[in-house]
């Protein structure tokens, strides 16, 4: 079966991560953590990014299995089954409904890793994640709606603000929004860090893949169910040697509500 | 104080859902004719709305009443439009459909990868949970039948 | 308190009487440098705001200035055509003015028409028995009581929300509507109603309802 590997990391991971490490504390936070440190220290780490999230996590990641399952039908999957209970939380009370984090980011690698397996091609994999993710955000948008309870934007500055709190919200770290274009109908959101690539080293090969495509996908999924057509693509990737991840987002254009048919 | 019934529509006018407590009259119509005709008017109400309102409308929810009934829509940002009718006094039904939406749809149907988003909702799982938000609150009294 | 505004249809379903009352003016007058951070586009022939909006200035407020030149649909009064005007970047620094639309009377007479089928409508799916039709629709900013009479001539009154005693109101503009239109012999029903004695009398009734203290009269 395709993920032993992947699944036996993740379990070794969960099994030791009991172990309360003070080496995560010093990581944690760091801007863009040495990979090899943070490899020295992933089985002691006691994770905590997404802390307060992980619940929200765990049913985007069945979103995302679900997405899974269509496209590489036929293929069992070892990973979801061990997100159903809780995680490990170290010294924290264990809360059933969340996940740890990194089981998360692991996950999605071994996601990715699959796709270029089955497709063989990056841009392929690159168009699939995005997919992906545009689906991910038509459902999500409720949650955020449903939860931040935002009201309409009228603006994109209001649509700005609202990215960078579902940054917040759903992956747990603060994305900075900058480099409007004077035209007020372009602009980026800036990472520190990316979770979802915490443990990555493109390999040669793949230097045209988009790791965190997904990312994009989201935006683009949840701001059309919101009325707004946006273009939203990586312009800059930590896992390239970029200084940060930046994702540029472009307004396109109002979408008008749908007139009821024989109606008006 | 009842609650008579509720419609979910998604943002092509499509019902998704269909829920009857305490209906007195139906309308004597198939159900899809009468949801197609319960939409046409919100959309038409909608639009008188926009178009009569004097001053900038925040948008999201508007009643109407009538010596019978009052009817409540609550519209969210991606343009699900919830339907609920109760008695002339019911209170805090606004509240109630937020509710609907935050605990019964976006948990059961939004997060529910086997429900897709726009065909009617067909979950045992979404409707129970429905139809005990609705009982428990306050706005719902069940009247000698 | 606030009246906005009053609507009479006759029993057909016409607009036969409309008198704005108290209609606040949105008006939003703003400097732009280049490219314009708003997006425009053209709906009914004006310059609607479709997206980005700030200082007041808000989705779906019409164009109607530039650089104090008034603009009429997408013309300038001088004859340039407004959209091109903005596309050039020579023009500016460039003043917009921005207000929200008013109803034309054309929109009136079609607004109108529009509530008679809803009106039968909200009764035809009336989950009770022996429902009317709408009587009161409210928005998060406005309210509109209808009053319909036994003989089928609808009322309508657009207040604020918290505008109090507005059935009484109703009930006064009939009283009125019976005295000045129908009992003058040169008003033909279902027709228009154009008598200064009912303007005037209306106006009273108006400005006492908006006075606190009206309900309890």
Redesign the interface.
């Known amino acids: 079966m395709p993920h032993v590997e992947i699944s036996i990391t993740c379990y070794a991971t969960l099994s030791t991560c009991e172990a309360p490490g003070d080496s995560g504390a010093v990581h944690g936070g760091s801007v863009y953590p040495d990979i090899e440190v943070v490899r020295g220290h992933v089985l002691a780490r006691n994770y905590s990014l997404l802390k307060e999230n992980q619940r929200k996590v765990l049913?985007v990641w069945?979103?995302i299995?679900?997405d899974f399952q269509v496209c590489c039908s036929g293929m069992s999957l070892l990973l979801t089954p061990t997100t159903l209970n809780p995680s490990p939380q170290g010294l924290r009370p264990a809360d059933p409904k969340k996940v740890s984090g990194e089981l998360f980011t692991l996950t999605y690698g071994s996601l990715v890793a699959q796709l270029l397996k089955d497709y063989e091609n990056v841009d392929d994999v690159n168009r699939q994640l995005e997919r992906m993710g545009y689906n991910i955000g038509?459902?999500?948008?409720?949650?955020f709606?449903?939860?931040a309870?935002?009201?309409?934007?009228y603006d994109l500055r209001d649509t700005a603000d609202k990215i960078q709190q579902a940054f917040k919200l759903y992956l747990g770290v603060s994305p900075s929004i900058g480099s409007w274009n004077p035209g007020g109908d372009e602009f980026s959101v800036v990472l520190e860090t990316n979770p979802l690539a915490e443990f990555v080293e493109l390999p040669d090969h793949c230097l045209g893949l988009r790791y965190s495509n997904i990312l994009a996908g989201i935006i683009r999924g949840a701001c059309e169910?919101?009325?707004m057509e946006v273009m939203a693509w990586f312009i800059a990737d930590q896992l390239k040697g970029d200084n940060v991840t930046e994702i540029r987002i472009k307004f396109v254009k109002r979408l008008e509500?749908?007139?009821?048919?024989?109606?008006d | 104080m009842t609650i008579?019934?509720l419609y979910i529509f998604d943002?092509?006018?499509q019902m998704l859902y269909y829920g009857e407590w305490?209906?007195?009259?139906q309308?004597g119509m198939s159900r899809e004719e009468?949801a197609?005709?319960?939409?046409?008017?919100i959309?038409?109400?909608k639009?008188?709305?926009?178009?009569?309102?004097?001053?900038?409308?925040?948008?999201?929810?508007?009643?109407?009443?009538?010596?019978?009934?009052r009817?409540h829509l609550f519209e969210?940002?991606?343009?699900?439009k919830f339907v609920l009718?109760t008695d002339v006094g019911a209170q805090g039904i606004k509240e109630l459909l937020?509710q609907i939406?935050?605990q019964v749809?976006?948990e059961y149907?939004?997060?529910n990868?086997?429900c897709p988003?726009n065909k009617p909702i067909e979950s045992e799982l979404f409707a129970a949970k429905l139809d005990e938000v609705v009982r428990q609150s306050p706005a719902y009294a069940s009247r000698p039948a | 308190m606030t009246i906005?505004?009053l609507y009479i249809l006759s029993k057909s379903g016409g607009l036969i009487y409309q008198h704005d009352h108290n209609?606040?003016t949105?008006e939003n007058e703003k400097t732009f440098s280049f490219p314009l951070e708003l997006k425009l586009d053209v709906q009914n022939r004006n310059v609607m705001v479709s997206f980005g909006q700030r200082d007041g200035i808000?989705v779906?407020h019409m164009l109607v200035a530039i650089n104090g030149m008034k603009v009429t649909g997408q013309q300038l009064d001088d004859g340039r055509d407004a959209l091109q005007v903005l596309q050039d970047e020579a023009n500016y620094p460039i003043n917009l003015k921005f207000a929200?639309p008013r109803?034309t009377t054309n929109?009136k007479i079609f607004?109108a028409s529009?509530?008679y089928?809803?009106y039968a409508?909200?009764?035809?799916?009336?989950?009770?028995?022996?429902?009317?039709?709408?009587?009161?629709?409210?928005?998060?900013?406005?309210r509109?009581n209808c009053f319909q009479t036994l003989t089928g001539v609808k009322f309508m009154v657009?207040s604020d929300p918290k505008q109090s005693g507005v059935d009484a109101l109703l009930h006064r503009v009939y009283e009125l509507y019976a005295d000045f239109a129908l009992k003058n012999p040169f008003y033909s029903l279902e027709m228009p109603i154009r008598c200064e004695l009912f303007d005037e009398h209306l106006k009273t009734a108006l400005e006492q309802a908006e006075r606190p203290g009206f309900s309890n009269v």
């Not at chain 2, 926009?50 to 009934?69: A, H, I, Q, W």
């Not at chain 3, 409508?121 to 406005?142: H, K, T, Y």
């Open positions: 049913k069945c979103l299995w679900q038509m459902r999500l948008i409720e949650d709606l449903a939860r309870n935002p009201g309409r934007c169910m919101v009325q509500d749908a007139i009821p048919a024989g109606e | 008579y019934n943002r092509d006018g305490t209906r007195k009259k309308s009468e197609k005709l319960m939409y046409g008017m959309f038409s109400i639009s008188f709305v926009t178009k009569m309102s004097p001053v900038d409308l925040r948008e999201g929810y508007l009643t109407y009443c009538t010596n019978k009934y009817l969210t940002p991606s343009r699900i009718n937020h939406y935050t749809y976006v149907v939004s997060f990868p086997m988003l | 906005f505004s209609l606040p949105i808000k779906g929200r109803l929109e607004q529009m509530f089928p809803l409508l909200a009764c035809q799916l009336s989950p009770e028995p022996r429902s009317s039709g709408i009587e009161v629709l409210e928005a998060d900013n406005f509109m657009i």
